[in-house]
């Protein structure tokens, strides 16, 4: 298609326009983003549907329900904008840094605001597309009656303001970051901290704040309180208030991404973590230095040079997430505040069931996170070699491919036993609350949970999902050409495999009275087993008393076998997923000695 | 028996065809040129022999070892210098060298002195403690060859090594793959700086679009160009008709009067160019200055290549 038709005099729109509709990923993700839309606006339509007639044939009950409808519709929009748009956006401008094309950019006569606006453009059109998507939906909707036209105006408005406002929030991410991979962390976690986190964290324990203030910049607020009520007048004054947080926050974005743009155009990787952890080191060393310690080492962390394994050696002993004293104190600087947390929750004033929920939020949040941890490092332990040109060299070496995946995963054992422990810990805590409210005669959620299922669980957890999170990210990061592919298609695939048993097993027991049938169904889930050890409100309470050490080793083990399936994914074709040609086999191996010995006969492999 | 053999090799990526069914014969000691435009094929072959790709068609040994079947027992035989440098950014030179040290499995008693030796050839002792990231693009250049060298492979197989390298870091090189040359080693070399690749390899290879274009010493790619050679000369006083005596010599294809000489053009299979000099000093001419031109590759290239690519 011919864009400079479209966008006369926009070359940079032009171009960002014509690659992506060059790219296959591109018409991927819309595809995937039309079955999630359709999947999940069909399912509440039949839910909203199935509860309106209650089993009555009478047609006339339907009529009207189109408004609720459409309601849905936007709030799943708006969803989308959230998940999707920032991970299309954030990579406007680091793309260009990475190819070390932003300077050409420069020397042409695009203005710095030219360059934004259209890298904005290019990014929001994409997402619009991705909202046209939803016109079949409407209509179908629509068909039903009951929708105002404010609903569909203010519904268009909101949506393409929010879009604007968290495009610009990428744009600006895009412009203060070197790699893309940052870009998508610092989008995410902004987005998570002012759409709503930090305001709700504040409203939550801090003071009152009010949804008005807590929900300030959310597009979905406004647009709920504004348009959604069809019976009241809509209030311009205060819609106009309402919008000052959204565009001024949109403003904002902007303008720091036109300062980013040019005072970090050009960044040097900084390897912040690595000098904070030397610097460190110094520091101890010139502490060590007394008379009554006299430089004394506890801990000798071996030799200095390789003398075996030396991809294993590179893992632990020269990367800073690999040596053992850098994980020590990496340790204690999470177990530190995740025990003061724990401990300022349950001495906190409030019931038992509210320090269980403060508690199973904290797990929560750590597991997200360590998750997230273990896919990014593990995805980009073969991909970044790859990427940093430096994996067919050692693939030229006698190591076989088995070898050094092994060896690459020995640094990130490490690090997974440290946050392990760290997980552990908050276990132990809940554990011993647990225990504490059973003696006491009060029971947590629906029953009395057994402290010691609970432990066993979060121990088997542990011990098989971080390394199935490892082994599949790994085994993704092997097949991936680029690192950052590898990182968000692992990241992806998890969060994928976590969720969608989840969202379909509620909507059996919420809307299709599947009852326990579909509560088993999140158990195909990995996160399903951790929610029912967590929130113990999956399963029924007379299955979770007679069958809970069944469940629990039986999802356990069916998961460990998935552990091996990956394992074995990635050891058994080592090189041919490294992609280098494979070892030949034992006896191949044999003849060749054979064949050797005939030519040349003084030869010895 | 050759240290390379390949016999029509055929090599796909998907429906692309990079390598097109060339042939190679590369006896023991030879340094072989590869030359072509950027996506003729070079790395896709070179990339065959260091067991990193999987062929189509045809077949490749290395040391009479076919690499397809055991490709774990070629990687002790070779050394690969990508067309990048391929180094570890956080070690040191000596960690660096260790490290493939250990990966090629070198007794742990050897490798010191090992070490050391490749470091001097190399000339970086000095660099020993020193960051890689520290060390300049010609320095780390003579590292990888370091590291190629480590376990004393039959085969070097080195892709653009002196590309993007500065004029003094590329003379480093080329004398250091002399000093190779001189050891005994041999050498696939691919490279866009022609005029070295014809001080340095034995026979030369051209390949175009997967093709190989023609094959040969460097003589042999010249006689089979028909390319002839220039020679300028200044004769001393009058040349009193010895211009259109030289123009009847057999294999002269034309004599040019300049303003202080004369070219000549010369068929060498005819004429060569000793007996040119004699021929002139027969006829009488007092020779000031005799001066063949080197005949370039650059000339041969493109005369053979079309810069056509994949």
Known sequence: MNFGMLAPGCPLLVKELTALAARKRTYQVRALYAVLLFAASLAFFWADLDRRTDGDNNPLLILGSGGPMIQTLVYLQFSGIYLFLPAIACTALTAEKERDALSLLFLTRLGPWTILFEKLVSRLIPMFTFLLLSLPLMAFAYSYGGVSQRQIWGAVFMLSVTTVQVGALALMCSAFCRTTVGAFLLTYAIALAIFPGIPLLIDSFVTRLGEDVACAFLGPFVYDVTFSNTGAAIRWGTFGIRMIPLLGSTLIFLFAARRFLVTRAFLLPRHRLRNLLSALDGMFHRFNQNRVTRGVMLLDEGSSLPEIQPVAWRETQRRSLGRFRYLLRIFLAIELPVVAISISIIVSPGGAKSHMWSITAMMTCLWILIALFIAVQSSSLISGERSRQTLDVLLTTPLSGREIVQQKMQGLWRVVWILSACLGTVCLIKMLLLALVNSMGFQYGQLAYSPMRYLVGSVLAMAVYFPLIAWLSMWIGMTAKAATRAMFLSIFVIATWCTVPIIVGYFGVEYLSMGDTARYLTLLSPAGMIRLDES?????????????????????????????????????????????????????????????????????? | MSVVKIENLWVSYGSLHAVRGISIDIPRGEVYGFIGPNGAGKSTTIKVLATLLRHDRGMVWVNGIDVSRYPRAIRDTIGYMPDFFGVYDDLTAKEYLHFFAAAYRIPQKKRKSIIQDVLELTDLTHKIDSPVDSLSRGMKQRLALARVLLHDPDLLLLDEPASGLDPRARIEVRELLKELKNMGKTILISSHILHELGQLCTRIGIIEQGQMVAQGSLDEIYQQLSLMRVVHVQLAGQSNGIMDHLREVPGVESVDEQIDRISIRLHEDETSVEDLHDEICRLGGRIHMFQPEAMDMETAFMKLTHGKTN
């Open chain 1, 536 to 605: 113990h409100v999956v399963l029924s309470v007379e299955h979770l008393d007679a069958h809970g050490w069944i469940i629990l080793f039986i999802n356990y083990a069916v998961y460990s076998m998935i552990v091996g399936f990956f394992r074995y994914k990635c050891l058994r074709h080592a090189d041919r997923n490294l992609q280098r040609l494979e070892d030949s086999s034992i006896r191949d191996r044999r003849l060749l000695v054979e064949e050797l010995q005939t030519v040349h006969p003084q030869s010895a492999l």
